[in-house]
């Protein structure tokens, strides 16, 4: 059978539908690396997440099933359906913050562009986007498990750091398009300093992936070349 993993333990996955569905998921996530353009890849995440929630109800299934036997219930397979609902529910979380960074991207792509009109892109956009991510990380250190995992626990409040750190960046973004380039560098050096404790943090943590290092990185870069740019606007 099927095992996952889910806070460093196995996971088995008893029910043929079930594992059909994770595994379906997995196969879109591993495509996502050949995937054309964006459009190409949000709608690999749209067919994973729809996977994930099939699996769900799947598992919500199992687990009404067996708590129907009353006395008879089986509490190690209860035990075992719970955590599986953990891993799959922790994993779209996780999934939808790589879908909701790759809208982040384009957003900066667009906004780099400089677009005008009434459709332009514009920081607030981004801001808004940060906002629904660290909801979604709330969302994540609520799942059963997670705060009592000493690493998980510290890295998912780095997490926060990093995206609070981004939001602010964007908001001072949205300073500097009205021309306040004093409010702008005050929110740009403040981004700067969150994503330096994020750091810290995620290194406390040892539990940071790929995704959270790469944009890390790239606040500090951008929140860096930015603060020139600003000092150089409002000299």
Known sequence: GMEVTWLGLSVPVLSAATHQQIATAQRHHEELAGAE??????????????????????????????????????????????????????????????????????????????????????????????????????????????SDDEGRSKCVAARSLMLKAWRVYYIGEAYVSMGKMLEGAALCERARQLEKVARLRFGESGCADDVDSKWLDALQRQSTLRMLQIRALAA
Do not use: C, H, P
Request: charged share 35%.
């Open 37 to 146: 353009g964006t459009e190409g890849k949000l709608e690999l995440f749209d067919k994973m997440l729809m996977s994930l929630e099939d699996a769900k109800s799947t598992i919500r299934d199992a687990i009404s099933e067996n708590l129907k036997k009353g006395g008879a219930m089986d509490e190690a397979r209860a035990a075992s359906l719970q955590q599986l609902r953990n891993y799959v529910q922790g994993t779209g979380l996780l999934w939808t913050r790589e879908r909701d960074l790759l809208l982040v991207e384009t957003l900066q792509e667009r906004l780099r562009a400089g677009e005008t009109g009434r459709k332009a892109a514009k920081a607030e956009d981004v801001v808004k986007l940060f906002e629904v991510m660290l909801q979604n990380t709330e969302d994540y250190s609520a799942i059963d498990g997670v």
